[in-house]
């Protein structure tokens, strides 16, 4: 078996549970037990929810339909496995995935070409002023710095959109699973799409007031005001990619994909280097500011440099989880179609 392709989810019988089973009143093991037999140790039935729509099939024979929509209840007792979802939740699943993909990887190709539109920017500026003012390098300055808020602004805002709505698709609530078992890391990822909004709003509104007249003690309140809107959405960011790593590593068991969970779990390891690099950075500056030596400079070199490949890790982590999910959940979608 080729390792880069996801894992076929066992097909036991449908009338016996899966070995990870267990009562959810008391915590019995209903290991080789049928699906809907009730607990030796409780005698409560267990839920049994349709895989489509949610509607409660205990009691109802293997062999027959849900009464709201029609699904087989023989998909719904196969197990936690997403080849025996709901079609229309995997499709939604499906696109969600790819739509996060796309912004994802859309955001960092944007990152690189407003990068070199700065550059540009610089150069024609440099120009500009060496040449006294001449219209060729002023409207090369004019032009690159049209090109960079079209590119960096407009762009980077649009990408940013399909990135978060894609994920708000992601993590829509799979109908067959009840309350009990809907992850919590689903809930806290949809939480913190809706908080990084607010506080990025509030951050461009804050600054954006403080620009118009730096210099009165209004300018300076709405300044520190958008200083510590900025330092909330570090905080929301980190609860985030957080709760979006083991959500994504929920999918991954569901596949089941093992390689894709190493990337969901790699998210995490690269925050921690992040924050490592981040300390390091900013312990140097703090010793720099009370003399420090050539120690300060190579703790401050060495946390920069760890910063920046932490958040390139964080990157490529989070972008490979994705690709194999959007194509193992498109796969999926497509059999559960046909």
């Not at 036991?12 to 267990?22: C, D, E, I, Q, Y």
């Not at 944007?110 to 540009?120: A, M, P, T, Y």
């Not at 809930?187 to 009165?216: C, D, E, H, K, Q």
Request: proline share 7%; hydrophobic share 50%.
């Amino acid at each position: 078996m080729d390792p880069a392709q996801p894992t076929t989810p066992p097909t036991a019988p449908p009338t016996v549970a899966s070995p990870a089973r267990a009562c959810g009143s008391c915590g019995y093991p209903m290991r080789d037990l049928p699906a809907n037999a009730p607990c030796p140790e409780c005698g409560i039935a267990p839920s049994v929810p349709c895989i489509s729509c949610g509607y409660e099939l205990t009691g109802l024979a293997p062999e027959g339909a849900c009464p709201e929509c029609g699904e087989p209840v023989a998909r719904s007792l196969r197990g936690d496995f997403l080849a025996f979802c709901g079609r229309d939740y995997l499709r939604t699943l499906a696109r969600g995935l790819k739509m996060a993909r796309w912004g994802l990887a859309t955001m960092v190709i944007i990152f690189l070409v407003s990068v070199v539109l700065v550059v540009l920017v610089g150069v024609a500026g440099a120009g500009f002023g060496a040449g006294g003012g001449g219209g060729g390098p002023a409207a090369a300055l004019g032009i690159g710095i049209v090109a960079w808020f079209l590119v960096a602004g407009l762009g980077g805002l649009t990408a940013l959109i399909l990135l978060l709505v894609g994920l708000w698709f992601a993590s829509t609530r799979d109908p067959g699973k009840p309350d009990h078992e809907d992850p919590r890391s689903r809930r806290v990822l949809r939480g913190m799409i809706i908080a990084y909004i607010v506080v990025t709003g509030v951050s461009w509104l804050f600054a954006g007031i403080g620009a118009v007249n730096p210099a009165s003690a209004t300018g300076a309140l709405f300044t520190g005001l958008n200083g510590l809107a900025t330092i909330a959405g570090l905080i929301v960011l980190v609860v985030f990619l957080v709760a979006l790593s083991r959500y994504l590593r929920t999918l991954a068991d569901r596949v089941p994909d093992k390689i894709a969970r190493r990337h969901a779990k790699r998210i995490v390891t690269g925050l921690i280097l992040f924050a490592i690099g981040i300390g390091l950075a900013f312990a140097g500056l703090f010793v720099g500011l009370v003399g420090g030596g050539t120690v300060v400079i190579v703790a401050t070199i060495i946390g920069g440099l760890l910063y920046f490949l932490s958040a390139l890790f964080v990157l490529a982590a989070v972008y490979n989880a994705f690709v194999r999910l959007s194509r193992a959940t498109s796969k999926i979608a497509a059999g559960a179609a046909a």
